[in-house]
Protein backbone atom coordinates (compact mmCIF):
# COMPACT_ATOMS: atom_id res chain seq x y z
CA UNK A 1 0.00 0.00 0.00
CA UNK A 2 2.97 2.59 0.03
CA UNK A 3 2.91 3.19 -3.37
CA UNK A 4 -0.68 4.08 -3.47
CA UNK A 5 0.06 7.56 -2.31
CA UNK A 6 3.25 9.34 -2.65
CA UNK A 7 4.88 12.16 -0.16
CA UNK A 8 4.68 15.44 -1.20
CA UNK A 9 8.36 16.16 -1.29
CA UNK A 10 8.80 13.20 -3.56
CA UNK A 11 6.09 14.62 -5.64
CA UNK A 12 7.73 18.03 -6.44
CA UNK A 13 11.35 16.08 -7.29
CA UNK A 14 9.63 13.87 -9.52
CA UNK A 15 8.58 17.11 -11.47
CA UNK A 16 11.40 18.10 -11.38
CA UNK A 17 13.07 15.66 -12.15
CA UNK A 18 10.82 14.93 -15.41
CA UNK A 19 12.31 18.30 -16.89
CA UNK A 20 15.64 18.09 -16.15
CA UNK A 21 16.89 14.77 -17.05
CA UNK A 22 16.49 15.99 -20.58
CA UNK A 23 17.44 19.58 -20.15
CA UNK A 24 19.44 19.47 -17.29
CA UNK A 25 19.84 23.71 -17.55
CA UNK A 26 15.96 23.99 -16.77
CA UNK A 27 13.60 23.54 -14.29
CA UNK A 28 9.65 23.40 -13.81
CA UNK A 29 8.08 26.36 -12.45
CA UNK A 30 5.24 24.83 -9.66
CA UNK A 31 2.25 27.04 -8.27
CA UNK A 32 -0.35 26.29 -6.20
CA UNK A 33 1.09 23.73 -3.93
CA UNK A 34 2.55 26.17 -1.63
CA UNK A 35 0.72 26.04 1.04
CA UNK A 36 1.05 21.93 1.53
CA UNK A 37 4.15 21.27 3.73
CA UNK A 38 2.86 17.58 4.38
CA UNK A 39 0.40 15.99 1.76
CA UNK A 40 -0.33 12.32 0.53
CA UNK A 41 -0.49 12.45 -3.45
CA UNK A 42 -2.41 9.94 -5.23
CA UNK A 43 0.17 8.05 -6.71
CA UNK A 44 -1.21 6.86 -10.43
CA UNK A 45 -1.84 10.63 -10.94
CA UNK A 46 1.60 11.40 -9.73
CA UNK A 47 3.10 8.80 -12.26
CA UNK A 48 0.93 10.17 -15.31
CA UNK A 49 1.49 13.41 -14.26
CA UNK A 50 5.13 13.44 -14.27
CA UNK A 51 5.04 11.65 -17.88
CA UNK A 52 2.90 14.50 -18.72
CA UNK A 53 5.80 17.22 -17.59
CA UNK A 54 7.83 15.01 -19.69
CA UNK A 55 5.83 15.21 -22.85
CA UNK A 56 5.68 18.91 -22.25
CA UNK A 57 9.10 19.42 -22.04
CA UNK A 58 9.87 17.98 -25.03
CA UNK A 59 7.19 19.74 -27.26
CA UNK A 60 7.96 21.64 -30.11
CA UNK A 61 8.44 25.07 -29.45
CA UNK A 62 8.50 24.65 -25.86
CA UNK A 63 10.78 26.73 -23.60
CA UNK A 64 9.70 26.45 -20.22
CA UNK A 65 7.18 24.61 -18.01
CA UNK A 66 4.70 25.72 -15.81
CA UNK A 67 2.72 23.23 -13.21
CA UNK A 68 -0.72 25.24 -11.84
CA UNK A 69 -2.75 23.20 -9.37
CA UNK A 70 -5.70 24.38 -8.87
CA UNK A 71 -9.28 23.24 -7.14
CA UNK A 72 -11.38 20.84 -9.65
CA UNK A 73 -14.81 22.72 -8.55
CA UNK A 74 -14.25 25.83 -8.59
CA UNK A 75 -16.07 26.70 -5.23
CA UNK A 76 -14.38 25.06 -2.39
CA UNK A 77 -15.50 25.20 1.10
CA UNK A 78 -13.10 25.18 3.95
CA UNK A 79 -13.12 24.72 7.55
CA UNK A 80 -11.16 27.36 9.20
CA UNK A 81 -9.85 27.25 12.87
CA UNK A 82 -9.27 30.08 14.77
CA UNK A 83 -6.85 28.75 17.98
CA UNK A 84 -5.83 31.04 20.98
CA UNK A 85 -2.71 29.92 22.60
CA UNK A 86 -1.75 29.87 25.87
CA UNK A 87 2.14 31.03 27.03
CA UNK A 88 2.98 26.91 26.61
CA UNK A 89 1.90 27.05 23.29
CA UNK A 90 -1.42 24.83 23.69
CA UNK A 91 -4.42 25.66 21.98
CA UNK A 92 -6.75 27.05 25.18
CA UNK A 93 -9.59 28.30 23.11
CA UNK A 94 -10.84 27.54 19.59
CA UNK A 95 -13.26 28.33 16.87
CA UNK A 96 -14.50 26.69 13.96
CA UNK A 97 -15.89 28.30 11.12
CA UNK A 98 -16.52 27.72 7.24
CA UNK A 99 -15.79 30.02 4.46
CA UNK A 100 -16.26 29.18 0.62
CA UNK A 101 -13.96 30.59 -2.00
CA UNK A 102 -14.14 31.26 -5.46
CA UNK A 103 -11.47 30.34 -7.69
CA UNK A 104 -10.86 30.55 -11.65
CA UNK A 105 -11.09 27.79 -13.84
CA UNK A 106 -8.85 26.57 -15.87
CA UNK A 107 -9.14 28.76 -19.09
CA UNK A 108 -7.85 32.02 -16.91
CA UNK A 109 -4.25 29.81 -17.52
CA UNK A 110 -4.51 28.39 -20.83
CA UNK A 111 -4.53 31.90 -22.38
CA UNK A 112 -5.48 31.77 -26.42
CA UNK A 113 -3.83 28.13 -26.54
CA UNK A 114 -6.23 25.80 -28.65
CA UNK A 115 -3.91 22.32 -28.26
CA UNK A 116 -5.29 20.67 -25.01
CA UNK A 117 -5.28 17.77 -24.20
CA UNK A 118 -7.69 17.07 -21.28
CA UNK A 119 -6.87 13.93 -19.43
CA UNK A 120 -9.05 14.18 -16.40
CA UNK A 121 -11.69 12.04 -15.49
CA UNK A 122 -15.17 13.38 -15.74
CA UNK A 123 -16.53 14.90 -12.52
CA UNK A 124 -16.95 12.45 -9.64
CA UNK A 125 -14.61 9.91 -10.78
CA UNK A 126 -10.95 9.34 -10.64
CA UNK B 1 -27.96 33.48 -42.40
CA UNK B 2 -29.94 34.66 -39.37
CA UNK B 3 -29.55 37.34 -36.77
CA UNK B 4 -28.80 36.42 -33.06
CA UNK B 5 -29.61 39.92 -31.17
CA UNK B 6 -28.40 40.50 -27.44
CA UNK B 7 -27.45 43.67 -25.33
CA UNK B 8 -24.58 43.76 -23.45
CA UNK B 9 -22.69 46.28 -20.88
CA UNK B 10 -18.47 45.79 -21.82
CA UNK B 11 -16.22 45.61 -19.27
CA UNK B 12 -14.80 48.52 -18.25
CA UNK B 13 -16.69 51.88 -16.43
CA UNK B 14 -20.04 53.69 -16.31
CA UNK B 15 -20.46 56.77 -14.70
CA UNK B 16 -17.28 56.03 -12.67
CA UNK B 17 -18.54 52.92 -11.46
CA UNK B 18 -16.37 50.19 -12.26
CA UNK B 19 -18.04 47.00 -14.60
CA UNK B 20 -16.00 44.46 -13.83
CA UNK B 21 -16.80 41.90 -16.17
CA UNK B 22 -18.91 41.88 -19.67
CA UNK B 23 -22.19 42.02 -18.27
CA UNK B 24 -24.98 39.98 -21.47
CA UNK B 25 -28.53 39.81 -21.63
CA UNK B 26 -30.25 37.75 -24.73
CA UNK B 27 -33.73 37.26 -24.65
CA UNK B 28 -35.34 33.75 -25.36
CA UNK B 29 -37.76 35.00 -28.33
CA UNK B 30 -34.42 36.28 -29.88
CA UNK B 31 -32.32 33.09 -29.35
CA UNK B 32 -35.84 31.41 -31.15
CA UNK B 33 -35.99 34.01 -34.09
CA UNK B 34 -32.02 32.79 -34.60
CA UNK B 35 -32.83 29.28 -34.79
CA UNK B 36 -30.83 28.46 -32.25
CA UNK B 37 -31.21 26.62 -29.22
CA UNK B 38 -30.59 28.60 -25.54
CA UNK B 39 -27.57 26.61 -25.18
CA UNK B 40 -26.05 26.88 -28.88
CA UNK B 41 -27.07 31.08 -28.73
CA UNK B 42 -24.95 31.37 -24.93
CA UNK B 43 -21.48 29.91 -26.96
CA UNK B 44 -21.72 31.91 -30.28
CA UNK B 45 -22.16 35.09 -28.11
CA UNK B 46 -19.60 33.94 -25.61
CA UNK B 47 -17.12 33.52 -28.35
CA UNK B 48 -17.47 36.62 -29.71
CA UNK B 49 -16.26 38.08 -26.46
CA UNK B 50 -12.22 37.93 -26.05
CA UNK B 51 -12.92 38.81 -22.40
CA UNK B 52 -14.50 37.21 -18.93
CA UNK B 53 -18.37 37.55 -19.32
CA UNK B 54 -21.56 37.11 -17.61
CA UNK B 55 -24.24 35.53 -19.74
CA UNK B 56 -28.10 35.53 -18.65
CA UNK B 57 -31.26 34.14 -20.85
CA UNK B 58 -34.40 35.61 -20.45
CA UNK B 59 -38.21 34.31 -20.51
CA UNK B 60 -40.02 37.69 -20.50
CA UNK B 61 -43.16 35.99 -20.35
CA UNK B 62 -42.42 34.66 -17.58
CA UNK B 63 -42.41 35.20 -13.90
CA UNK B 64 -39.88 35.51 -11.24
CA UNK B 65 -39.75 36.86 -7.47
CA UNK B 66 -37.15 39.03 -5.87
CA UNK B 67 -35.63 37.59 -2.87
CA UNK B 68 -37.98 39.97 -0.59
CA UNK B 69 -41.14 37.81 -2.42
CA UNK B 70 -41.91 40.43 -4.93
CA UNK B 71 -43.42 39.12 -8.02
CA UNK B 72 -42.03 40.29 -11.24
CA UNK B 73 -42.89 39.78 -14.62
CA UNK B 74 -39.96 38.59 -16.44
CA UNK B 75 -37.44 35.45 -15.16
CA UNK B 76 -33.61 34.64 -15.55
CA UNK B 77 -33.90 30.92 -16.89
CA UNK B 78 -30.02 30.31 -18.17
CA UNK B 79 -27.04 31.56 -16.62
CA UNK B 80 -23.45 31.14 -17.67
CA UNK B 81 -20.01 32.50 -17.29
CA UNK B 82 -17.26 32.64 -19.69
CA UNK B 83 -13.98 33.63 -20.53
CA UNK B 84 -11.63 34.26 -23.89
CA UNK B 85 -14.57 32.57 -25.83
CA UNK B 86 -15.36 29.86 -23.96
CA UNK B 87 -17.59 28.24 -21.67
CA UNK B 88 -16.46 25.71 -18.96
CA UNK B 89 -18.15 22.58 -19.88
CA UNK B 90 -18.35 21.22 -16.04
CA UNK B 91 -19.04 24.78 -14.54
CA UNK B 92 -19.82 27.47 -16.83
CA UNK B 93 -23.65 27.00 -17.59
CA UNK B 94 -26.87 26.66 -15.57
CA UNK B 95 -30.53 26.34 -15.99
CA UNK B 96 -33.25 27.96 -13.45
CA UNK B 97 -35.72 25.15 -12.45
CA UNK B 98 -39.22 25.46 -13.44
CA UNK B 99 -41.58 25.60 -10.61
CA UNK B 100 -45.34 24.42 -11.79
CA UNK B 101 -47.85 25.76 -9.95
CA UNK B 102 -50.16 23.86 -6.91
CA UNK B 103 -52.23 25.23 -4.34
CA UNK B 104 -49.93 23.06 -2.36
CA UNK B 105 -46.77 25.43 -3.69
CA UNK B 106 -48.62 28.38 -2.81
CA UNK B 107 -49.88 27.31 0.46
CA UNK B 108 -46.33 26.64 1.85
CA UNK B 109 -44.77 29.74 -0.28
CA UNK B 110 -47.41 31.90 0.58
CA UNK B 111 -46.01 35.40 -0.85
CA UNK B 112 -46.72 32.82 -4.40
CA UNK B 113 -50.36 34.32 -3.80
CA UNK B 114 -49.51 36.96 -6.38
CA UNK B 115 -49.47 34.37 -8.99
CA UNK B 116 -52.76 34.02 -9.17
CA UNK B 117 -54.00 37.37 -8.65
CA UNK B 118 -51.20 39.17 -10.68
CA UNK B 119 -49.60 36.97 -13.45
CA UNK B 120 -52.18 33.69 -13.82
CA UNK B 121 -50.69 31.02 -15.88
CA UNK B 122 -47.24 32.42 -16.55
CA UNK B 123 -44.25 30.05 -15.68
CA UNK B 124 -42.38 30.62 -12.38
CA UNK B 125 -38.62 30.38 -12.65
CA UNK B 126 -36.21 31.44 -9.38
CA UNK B 127 -33.05 29.43 -8.76
CA UNK B 128 -32.02 26.42 -9.84
CA UNK B 129 -32.52 22.62 -8.60
CA UNK B 130 -29.46 21.82 -6.54
CA UNK B 131 -29.45 17.66 -7.68
CA UNK B 132 -28.36 18.85 -11.25
CA UNK B 133 -25.59 21.41 -10.34
CA UNK B 134 -22.00 20.60 -9.69
CA UNK B 135 -20.80 23.62 -7.51
CA UNK B 136 -22.12 22.55 -4.08
CA UNK B 137 -22.62 25.54 -2.55
CA UNK B 138 -23.48 28.74 -4.52
CA UNK B 139 -25.80 29.07 -7.67
CA UNK B 140 -23.02 29.68 -9.24
CA UNK B 141 -21.07 29.06 -12.34
CA UNK B 142 -17.78 29.90 -13.31
CA UNK B 143 -15.25 29.72 -16.16
CA UNK B 144 -12.02 31.25 -16.25
CA UNK B 145 -12.09 34.39 -14.69
CA UNK B 146 -15.71 35.10 -14.83
CA UNK B 147 -18.18 34.27 -11.96
CA UNK B 148 -21.73 34.42 -12.23
CA UNK B 149 -23.42 33.85 -8.68
CA UNK B 150 -26.45 34.02 -7.22
CA UNK B 151 -28.68 32.60 -9.75
CA UNK B 152 -27.09 35.52 -12.26
CA UNK B 153 -27.54 38.65 -9.97
CA UNK B 154 -24.18 38.89 -9.03
CA UNK B 155 -21.32 38.86 -11.09
CA UNK B 156 -17.49 38.77 -10.50
CA UNK B 157 -14.00 38.80 -11.76
CA UNK B 158 -12.59 36.51 -9.68
CA UNK B 159 -8.97 37.55 -10.71
CA UNK B 160 -9.19 41.59 -10.17
CA UNK B 161 -11.50 40.38 -7.04
CA UNK B 162 -13.63 43.57 -8.42
CA UNK B 163 -17.66 42.15 -8.36
CA UNK B 164 -21.00 43.58 -9.37
CA UNK B 165 -24.51 43.24 -8.06
CA UNK B 166 -27.30 43.02 -10.72
CA UNK B 167 -30.93 42.55 -8.91
CA UNK B 168 -33.38 41.20 -10.60
CA UNK B 169 -35.72 44.15 -11.20
CA UNK B 170 -32.72 46.02 -12.67
CA UNK B 171 -31.75 43.18 -15.02
CA UNK B 172 -35.93 43.33 -16.11
CA UNK B 173 -35.53 46.72 -16.78
CA UNK B 174 -32.48 46.79 -19.37
CA UNK B 175 -35.00 43.95 -20.86
CA UNK B 176 -37.50 45.92 -21.40
CA UNK B 177 -35.37 49.06 -22.41
CA UNK B 178 -36.39 51.51 -19.36
CA UNK B 179 -34.23 53.41 -16.82
CA UNK B 180 -31.91 51.66 -14.46
CA UNK B 181 -29.71 53.19 -11.85
CA UNK B 182 -25.99 52.99 -11.46
CA UNK B 183 -24.47 53.22 -7.60
CA UNK B 184 -22.72 51.95 -4.97
CA UNK B 185 -24.97 48.93 -2.61
CA UNK B 186 -24.95 50.96 0.42
CA UNK B 187 -25.89 49.93 3.72
CA UNK B 188 -29.84 50.09 2.91
CA UNK B 189 -29.67 47.25 -0.01
CA UNK B 190 -26.88 45.31 1.49
CA UNK B 191 -29.11 44.64 4.83
CA UNK B 192 -32.29 44.28 2.66
CA UNK B 193 -31.01 41.60 0.70
CA UNK B 194 -30.85 39.80 3.65
CA UNK B 195 -34.64 40.05 4.42
CA UNK B 196 -35.28 36.83 2.63
CA UNK B 197 -38.73 34.63 1.84
CA UNK B 198 -38.45 31.28 2.21
CA UNK B 199 -38.36 29.14 -1.08
CA UNK B 200 -37.79 25.92 -2.33
CA UNK B 201 -35.02 26.04 -5.20
CA UNK B 202 -34.52 30.16 -4.24
CA UNK B 203 -31.65 32.23 -6.41
CA UNK B 204 -29.57 32.00 -3.19
CA UNK B 205 -30.81 29.31 -0.86
CA UNK B 206 -31.95 25.73 -2.51
CA UNK B 207 -34.74 25.22 0.91
CA UNK B 208 -36.83 26.93 2.33
CA UNK B 209 -34.34 28.34 4.89
CA UNK B 210 -35.40 31.80 6.11
CA UNK B 211 -39.11 33.29 6.59
CA UNK B 212 -40.35 36.60 6.20
CA UNK B 213 -39.26 38.71 8.99
CA UNK B 214 -35.86 36.53 9.63
CA UNK B 215 -32.58 37.88 8.42
CA UNK B 216 -30.63 35.78 6.64
CA UNK B 217 -27.75 37.54 7.63
CA UNK B 218 -27.70 37.46 11.01
CA UNK B 219 -25.09 39.82 11.17
CA UNK B 220 -26.37 42.73 13.33
CA UNK B 221 -25.05 46.20 12.38
CA UNK B 222 -22.10 44.04 10.49
CA UNK B 223 -24.94 43.72 7.80
CA UNK B 224 -25.09 46.84 6.42
CA UNK B 225 -21.20 47.03 5.26
CA UNK B 226 -22.06 43.36 2.92
CA UNK B 227 -22.18 45.02 -0.01
CA UNK B 228 -21.84 48.56 0.17
CA UNK B 229 -18.56 49.26 -1.36
CA UNK B 230 -19.47 47.49 -4.70
CA UNK B 231 -20.93 49.02 -7.21
CA UNK B 232 -24.99 47.71 -8.18
CA UNK B 233 -27.71 48.45 -10.81
CA UNK B 234 -30.61 48.48 -10.14
CA UNK B 235 -34.50 49.47 -11.78
CA UNK B 236 -35.68 52.76 -11.09
CA UNK B 237 -37.06 53.37 -7.81
CA UNK B 238 -40.36 53.80 -9.54
CA UNK B 239 -40.49 50.47 -11.20
CA UNK B 240 -39.57 49.29 -7.71
CA UNK B 241 -42.60 50.93 -6.10
CA UNK B 242 -44.74 50.23 -8.62
CA UNK B 243 -44.04 46.42 -8.70
CA UNK B 244 -44.00 46.71 -4.58
CA UNK B 245 -47.61 48.72 -4.75
CA UNK B 246 -48.86 45.60 -6.74
CA UNK B 247 -47.45 42.85 -4.25
CA UNK B 248 -48.75 44.97 -1.35
CA UNK B 249 -52.27 45.56 -2.89
CA UNK B 250 -52.52 41.43 -3.61
CA UNK B 251 -52.53 41.52 0.23
CA UNK B 252 -48.53 40.92 0.85
CA UNK B 253 -47.86 42.08 3.96
CA UNK B 254 -44.42 42.81 4.62
CA UNK B 255 -42.86 40.32 7.37
CA UNK B 256 -46.01 38.02 6.64
CA UNK B 257 -45.96 36.85 2.66
CA UNK B 258 -42.65 39.27 1.96
CA UNK B 259 -39.55 39.86 3.25
CA UNK B 260 -39.29 43.07 5.79
CA UNK B 261 -36.49 45.17 3.46
CA UNK B 262 -36.22 48.56 4.38
CA UNK B 263 -37.34 50.00 0.94
CA UNK B 264 -40.78 47.50 1.33
CA UNK B 265 -40.95 49.01 4.65
CA UNK B 266 -40.84 52.34 3.70
CA UNK B 267 -43.46 51.99 0.79
CA UNK B 268 -46.04 50.03 3.20
CA UNK B 269 -45.56 52.83 6.33
CA UNK B 270 -45.94 55.60 3.36
CA UNK B 271 -49.20 54.17 1.88
CA UNK B 272 -50.45 53.37 5.19
CA UNK B 273 -50.40 49.37 4.51
CA UNK B 274 -50.53 46.83 7.35
CA UNK B 275 -46.68 45.28 8.80
CA UNK B 276 -46.86 41.96 10.70
CA UNK B 277 -44.70 43.92 13.02
CA UNK B 278 -44.58 41.07 15.39
CA UNK B 279 -43.45 38.35 13.20
CA UNK B 280 -39.97 40.72 12.35
CA UNK B 281 -37.14 38.85 14.35
CA UNK B 282 -34.99 40.77 16.99
CA UNK B 283 -32.02 40.67 14.94
CA UNK B 284 -33.71 41.70 11.72
CA UNK B 285 -34.70 44.92 13.80
CA UNK B 286 -31.02 44.89 14.90
CA UNK B 287 -29.75 45.26 10.90
CA UNK B 288 -32.88 47.31 9.93
CA UNK B 289 -32.08 49.70 12.65
CA UNK B 290 -28.45 49.81 11.96
CA UNK B 291 -29.68 51.46 8.68
CA UNK B 292 -32.25 53.92 10.24
CA UNK B 293 -35.09 51.76 10.05
CA UNK B 294 -36.17 50.83 13.94
CA UNK B 295 -39.38 49.64 15.42
CA UNK B 296 -40.11 53.23 16.68
CA UNK B 297 -39.84 54.25 13.18
CA UNK B 298 -42.15 52.17 11.27
CA UNK B 299 -44.84 52.36 14.61
CA UNK B 300 -44.51 56.27 15.01
CA UNK B 301 -46.91 58.25 13.29
CA UNK B 302 -46.96 59.63 10.23
CA UNK B 303 -48.36 61.07 6.84
CA UNK B 304 -50.25 58.55 4.56
CA UNK B 305 -49.51 59.42 0.58
CA UNK B 306 -51.01 57.61 -2.23
CA UNK B 307 -49.80 55.55 -4.75
CA UNK B 308 -49.90 58.16 -7.44
CA UNK B 309 -47.75 60.39 -5.35
CA UNK B 310 -45.57 57.36 -4.12
CA UNK B 311 -44.64 57.41 -8.05
CA UNK B 312 -44.10 60.78 -8.75
CA UNK B 313 -41.68 61.17 -5.79
CA UNK B 314 -40.21 57.56 -6.01
CA UNK B 315 -36.82 58.71 -6.29
CA UNK B 316 -36.91 60.86 -3.01
CA UNK B 317 -39.04 58.50 -0.88
CA UNK B 318 -37.42 54.93 -1.67
CA UNK B 319 -34.45 54.59 -0.02
CA UNK B 320 -31.67 52.63 -1.05
CA UNK B 321 -28.10 53.06 -3.43
CA UNK B 322 -25.34 55.22 -2.41
CA UNK B 323 -24.47 58.05 -4.62
CA UNK B 324 -27.04 56.54 -7.75
CA UNK B 325 -26.74 57.90 -11.46
CA UNK B 326 -30.09 56.96 -13.17
CA UNK B 327 -28.96 56.33 -17.17
CA UNK B 328 -31.42 55.07 -19.88
CA UNK B 329 -30.93 50.89 -20.21
CA UNK B 330 -30.26 51.22 -23.94
CA UNK B 331 -27.46 53.54 -23.32
CA UNK B 332 -25.55 51.30 -20.58
CA UNK B 333 -26.63 47.69 -22.44
CA UNK B 334 -26.09 48.34 -26.04
CA UNK B 335 -27.77 46.11 -28.89
CA UNK B 336 -25.27 44.45 -30.70
CA UNK B 337 -25.99 41.27 -32.91
CA UNK B 338 -24.08 37.93 -34.44
CA UNK B 339 -24.80 36.72 -37.69
CA UNK B 340 -25.46 33.12 -37.03
CA UNK B 341 -26.26 30.43 -39.73
Given at each position: MRLMHTKLPDYLRKMHEAVQKHFPEKDIRIRGLENLKSAKMQSLRTGRIEHAVEEIALAEGVDQVEMVVIPRVPETMHTVIIKGLGTDGEVKKAILEVINILHATEEDELGNCTDIDDRRPKIGRH | MAVLKYRIIPEGAVAGYTIPLNIVFMDMKDIQASGLTADAAVERVAAAIPGAAGLNVFDMDAVTTTSDGIMVRGAIIKMAAADRGKINPDFGRLDMEEMPYSEQLVAEEPHLKQWEGNFKGRRLFRGPDPAKKVIPVHNVVITGRASNNNSATEMMNVVTMEEILLPIMGQLEIMEGGEVLIGYTGGIISVGIGMTVAEQYGRVFPTRQFKAGETAHGSGEYAQTLKREIPCIVSNKKTFARNVIAALNAGMVPAREIGCAPAILAIAKLLGKAVA????QDKAWEELASVGFSKAWLLSPAPVITEAELLERADELVPGVSNPVKVKASELAVLAALEVE
Open positions: - | VENI
